[in-house]
């Protein structure tokens, strides 16, 4: 593992280049620190410890062309995250499952068992992968996030440029993403629409999940549809119009049918029939996502292919009585 030793001992000062203007201060610090927890950079914000052109700011300021940053010595006594070799076998597959890609930016079929990024006892995620394997490539920003048992489309910036397009079309509800999903027993319905305000919380055990709260959460919607109906479950199609954390899951929960395999919302008893079927994680995939290229300079459609895993479940699963 090569370590990243990118901890500083002493002040320094950055000035914003015009292709990192438009982002916030607290990913601008996210980066410049590498190896360095988020908690701590929050931290020294809110302290006072950077400033930007000689004054204090919050981690939301959209850091300017030109602007000044003052960076505090930072000292910490977790081990920052390492990028892994890239000849380790998980890495290296990352290269075959790239399934669009141009000068801005990339699309990967994420595969499931791999966080998004390291840290908090993840040794290193898709992008350290990706950074080790593509050493030549000066810029590499996750555009969004997947859950790490979630498979499919992820989108990783190689510019500041199209970092910043991509997040103006995630804020104008201007992308879209398509996952399935495989949930027990037949949805009674060719498909409907949750609105179901989502809040999360920490539990007493330190866990951290998402529920729904009719007064306290957050405007979440979800759109879904029947793809495909067999005997005992049901495949579905899944249109999130709003990305809070674990959105799909905890709606399909609240409907009463919980995604196969989700061991955080759902059920081992309704995963039990499947289990000697092939279920070995949980059957939520990213299917397709639909984005304004800001390269190609038109609309771009990416499907990543269904992982060989679930192919297989859904091969072995009986299909529904004819009515």
Request: net charge positive.
């Amino acid at each position: 593992m090569k370590e990243i030793t990118e901890i500083r001992k002493e002040v320094t000062f950055k000035e914003v280049t015009p292709e990192e203007a438009g982002g916030r201060l607290d990913n601008y610090l996210i980066r410049e620190l590498k190896g360095v927890p988020k908690s701590m950079v929050y931290r020294i914000i809110r302290k006072g410890e950077v400033r930007v052109n000689g004054g204090r700011t919050k981690p939301e300021y959209k850091v300017m062309a030109g602007d000044r940053i003052r960076i505090p010595p930072v000292r910490v006594s977790d081990a920052p995250v390492a990028l892994p070799s890239p000849r380790l076998d998980k890495v290296a597959a990352l290269e075959n499952a790239v399934v669009y890609e141009n000068d801005g930016l990339l699309v990967l079929n994420k595969p499931a068992h791999i966080a998004v990024h390291g840290g908090s006892g993840v040794e290193y995620g898709v992008i350290e992968a990706l950074r080790a394997l593509r050493p030549e490539l000066r810029y590499l920003e996750l555009a969004h996030r997947l859950d790490r048992e979630t498979s499919g489309c992820l989108i990783i910036a190689k510019k500041r440029s199209a970092l910043r397009f991509l997040h103006e079309e995630f804020r104008e509800k201007e992308l879209s993403k398509q996952y399935l999903a495989l949930v027990p027993g037949v949805f009674n319905k060719r498909g409907c629409t949750v609105r179901a305000p989502l809040e999360r919380i920490t539990l007493a055990t330190g866990e951290r999940i998402v529920r729904v709260n009719e007064n306290a959460g957050k405007p979440s919607v979800t759109e879904f549809r029947v793809r495909q109906t067999f005997r005992d479950a049901t495949l579905l199609e899944c249109f999130p119009k709003t990305g809070r954390t674990h959105q799909i899951r905890v709606h399909l929960a609240h409907l009463g049918f919980p995604i196969l395999g989700d061991e955080k919302y759902g059920r081992r008893e309704n995963d039990a029939p499947f289990v000697p079927l092939g279920l070995s994680r949980m059957f939520l995939h990213a299917e397709k996502i639909t984005f304004q290229d800001p390269v190609a300079g038109k609309t771009v459609t990416v499907t990543a292919p269904l992982p060989p895993e679930l192919q297989a479940l859904l091969e072995k699963l009986e299909p529904a009585a004819a009515e």
